[in-house]
């Protein structure tokens, strides 16, 4: 079983034997089929079906000598609705199973963002025609969800929100330039971070940190794809489960400039969602990209 089920409205479904009649289900009335031959003698598939707005069940396996299919696995999926163009992606093979990963280095966030691929049969369908694109693609970042809070926002003045958007946007060049090999930026950027340091040593004494720090984008445990985020709700969605009828909880964020939507059972969600208030969790970042 996949252990993100919950976080599209399959709670219950803790066991491989009902697990399996979920596969039943996407194998025998699929949303969007998919085949591809990989070489002479190996033929995959992709099955997909949505369960709830823009979510659902994708199988994978192949199809053996009889022409009948073999699942190998399967996983949980959401779409997202924001589409951003991310730079030079990078797609790496899953070492044990044909699923990708994709990466880049997102100067928003200041660390290599890596993310579990949605749609890997594009990707190998495409392979040899994106070896000679340029790697800079559209893709819809998404993520799912086993547990999280509610924060409430930290107060700010139209100054702050405007010099916050100037601070943002002088620490993204910066970045990009140190990229490139400028010392200066580099310099500035350490001298930045000092700064940074120094005034959290100086208020942690006497404030909570969630009121210190407004958002952040770590990297989780030693899975890739997985990080703990903290992000301000643009907007939210209520979506029930067709099967379960399970309520789940789809939050519009905005996470250090990057926008990014998060889909969590109601269940396990604690607080009320609100436009403006903040979102503190562990999530499982998924995308797919527009080939």
């Known amino acids: 079983m996949h252990s993100y089920l919950r976080a599209i409205g399959f709670s219950r479904y803790i066991n491989r034997v009902r ?12 949303d969007i089929k998919q085949e591809l031959m990989v070489t002479t003698e190996e033929t995959i598939f992709e099955f997909r079906k949505q369960f709830a707005d823009n979510m659902g069940l994708v199988v994978h396996g192949i199809v053996n000598d009889k022409q009948q299919y ?12 924001s589409v951003q163009v991310l730079e030079e992606i990078s797609i790496e093979k899953n070492i044990s199973s044909i699923s990708y990963y994709g990466a880049c280095d997102d100067v ?12 890997g049969l594009d990707y190998l369908d495409n392979l040899l025609t994106i070896r000679s694109l340029n790697r800079y693609m559209p893709v819809s970042l998404s993520a799912l969800a086993l547990t999280g809070k509610i924060l409430l926002p930290i107060k700010k003045t139209a100054e702050d ?8 946007k002088n620490k993204n060049r910066l970045i990009a330039a140190a990229k490139r090999g400028d ?7 350490t001298i930045s971070e000092f700064d940074t340091y120094s005034k959290i040593s100086g208020r942690i004494a006497n404030e909570d940190i969630y009121s210190i720090v407004d958002s952040s984008f770590i990297p989780y445990g030693v899975s890739c794809d997985r990080y703990s985020i903290i992000g301000t709700i643009i907007d939210v969605e209520n979506v029930k489960n067709d099967i379960t009828g399970e309520d789940i909880c789809i939050m519009h964020m905005d996470c250090n400039d990057l926008k990014l939507d998060v889909a969590i059972n109601y269940a396990d969600l604690v607080g009320e969602p609100m436009r403006g ?3 503190k969790g562990i999530i499982w970042l998924q995308g797919m990209i527009g080939f």
Not at 76 to 81: D, E, I
Not at 183 to 189: C, K, S
């Open 19 to 30: 697990c399996n009649d979920l596969i039943d289900k996407v194998m025998e009335s699929p």
């Open 70 to 81: 073999e699942v190998e696995y399967f996983f949980p999926y959401f779409n997202g609705s």
């Open 277 to 279: 208030r903040r979102f």
């Open 161 to 168: 929100i405007k010099k916050n958007k100037n601070d943002i």
């Open 108 to 119: 928003r966030l200041g660390v290599s963002l890596i993310f579990y691929l949605q749609n």
């Open 183 to 189: 010392e200066e930026a580099i310099e500035m950027l």
